[in-house]
C-alpha cells in the first residue's frame, strides 16, 4: 500500500470543529480499511477509530460521540469529523490501512492544536 497523505489540521479553539483527511490511492479497491491514531507531545501512539471495508466503524472509547470517521471511495478519502475538541486532543494524527495484504506506512501525520 501507498503511504497515505493526511491533511486537515490545524489550530482551533475549545469547543471547535475540524474535519481531516486521508487519502491513499487504491486502498478501497484493494479491500482495506483504514484506522486514525493521534499522538501527543511526549506520549505514546494512541488509536483514535477506524473504517472498514464494508464501512464499519470503531471509535476509542473516550471519544465516541465526538468523533466520526467516514469515506469517500471515489476519492480513496477517509475523513475524521472531531467535534467540540478538547485541548487535550491536540496531537499529531496519522492514517494506515490495515487488512489483509493491507498494511502501509506511516503518513506525515496533520497537526491538530486544540487552545483554550
Known amino acids: 500500500q501507498v503511504q497515505p497523505v493526511e491533511s486537515g489540521g490545524g489550530p482551533v479553539q475549545a469547543g471547535g470543529s475540524l474535519r481531516l483527511s486521508c487519502t491513499a490511492p487504491g486502498f478501497t479497491s484493494n479491500g482495506c480499511g483504514m484506522e486514525w491514531y493521534r499522538q501527543a507531545a511526549g506520549n505514546e501512539r494512541e488509536w483514535v477509530g477506524s473504517?472498514?471495508?464494508?464501512?464499519?466503524?470503531y471509535y476509542a472509547d473516550a471519544l465516541k460521540g465526538r468523533f466520526a470517521i467516514s469515506k469517500d471511495e471515489a476519492k480513496d478519502t477517509v475523513y475524521l469529523q472531531m467535534n467540540d475538541l478538547k485541548p487535550e486532543d491536540t496531537a499529531m494524527y496519522s492514517c494506515k490501512t490495515f487488512g489483509t495484504l493491507c498494511s502501509s506506512p506511516w503518513g506525515q501525520g496533520t497537526q491538530v492544536t486544540v487552545s483554550s
Open positions: 473504517i472498514t471495508i464494508t464501512d464499519l466503524t
